[in-house]
C-alpha cells in the first residue's frame, strides 16, 4: 500500500490564483482530512468527510472548498490564495469503526506559498 | 471545547541525556484519545503512540515511554538514552471518544522542538 499520498509537493502561487491540492489513499478509510501547519501553531483542521458524499468543516475552513466523490481522494480546492494561505497542507485518512475512534495517518505534505 | 498545551517550545539535550516532553491537555469528554506524533526534519507526521481515556497504564516501547496521568490532564512522553536520530518536532494531539466524524478531529499542540547534540 502507498498509504496516503500527496501532490503536489511544493507549490508557488500568486494572489488571486487558484488550484487544487491532491489526496488519495489506498486503504479504504472511510474518515479523511485536511489540515494546515503554520509555525508556532501546530495543525488546525481545515475540512474532513466520514465518507463519499460527505464532507464537513473544521476550525479554519474559509478560502477552502473540498469534496469526496469516491472512497480514494479528497481534493482541497483554494478558490482565490491568499498570503496567508501559505502553509503546509496535511492530508490524512484513518478507518471508521463503530464507536473507536482510530488513528489518523498522514501524507507527506505540500508546502504552499502565496506571493 | 479542546484544548492541548506544550508549554516545551524548544528543548536541546546531549544524546544519551532522558528527556521528557510534556503535554497537558483539556477536554469537557469522559472517553477521549490521546496521540504523540513525530515530525522529523524531513517533514512527514509519523504516528508514535494512542492512549484512550479509560486506559492509565503507562507504555513503553524500546527507548520510549509515555505517562499517562488523569489526575492532572497530562500525558508525559520520555526519551530515555536519547540519540540525534531523535531530533524533531513532537507533537501531542487529543480526539473526542464519539463516533460521529467531527469526533475525529484531531486538536494538536503547538509542538515541541527536541534537538539532540551528539
Known amino acids: 500500500n502507498a498509504g496516503v499520498t500527496q501532490t503536489p509537493k511544493f507549490q508557488v502561487l500568486k494572489t488571486g490564483q487558484s488550484m487544487t491540492l491532491q489526496c488519495a489513499q489506498d486503504?479504504?478509510?472511510?474518515?479523511m482530512s485536511w489540515y494546515r501547519q503554520d509555525p508556532g501553531m501546530g495543525l488546525r483542521l481545515i475540512h474532513y468527510?466520514?465518507?463519499?458524499?460527505?464532507?464537513d468543516q473544521g476550525e479554519v475552513p474559509n478560502g477552502y472548498n473540498v469534496s469526496r466523490s469516491t472512497t480514494e481522494d479528497f481534493p482541497l480546492r483554494l478558490l482565490s490564495a491568499a498570503p496567508s494561505q501559505t502553509s503546509v497542507y496535511f492530508c490524512?485518512?484513518?478507518?471508521?469503526?463503530?464507536?473507536?475512534?482510530?488513528?489518523?495517518?498522514f501524507g507527506p505534505g505540500t508546502r504552499l506559498t502565496v506571493l | 471545547a479542546q484544548k492541548v498545551t506544550q508549554a516545551q517550545t524548544e528543548i536541546s539535550v546531549v544524546e544519551k541525556e532522558d528527556v521528557t516532553l510534556d503535554c497537558v491537555y483539556e477536554?469537557?469528554?469522559?472517553?477521549?484519545?490521546l496521540f504523540w506524533y513525530k515530525q522529523p526534519p524531513s517533514g512527514e507526521l509519523v504516528f508514535l503512540i494512542r492512549?484512550?481515556?479509560?486506559?492509565?497504564q503507562n507504555e513503553i516501547s524500546g527507548r520510549y515511554s509515555w505517562n499517562f496521568q488523569k489526575s492532572t490532564s497530562s500525558f508525559n512522553f520520555t526519551i530515555t538514552a536519547s540519540q540525534v536520530v531523535d531530533s524533531a518536532v513532537y507533537f501531542c494531539?487529543?480526539?473526542?471518544?464519539?463516533?460521529?466524524?467531527?469526533?475525529?478531529?484531531?486538536?494538536f499542540g503547538s509542538g515541541t522542538q527536541l534537538t539532540v547534540l551528539p
Open positions: 490524512a485518512s484513518s478507518y471508521r469503526r463503530g464507536t473507536s475512534t482510530d488513528t489518523q495517518y
Open positions: 486503504m479504504n478509510h472511510e474518515y
Open positions: 468527510s466520514v465518507g463519499a458524499g460527505i464532507t
Open positions: 477536554t469537557r469528554d469522559t472517553t477521549y484519545y
Open positions: 492512549r484512550n481515556s479509560f486506559d492509565e
Open positions: 494531539a487529543l480526539s473526542e471518544g464519539r463516533s460521529s466524524g467531527s469526533a475525529r478531529q484531531l486538536t
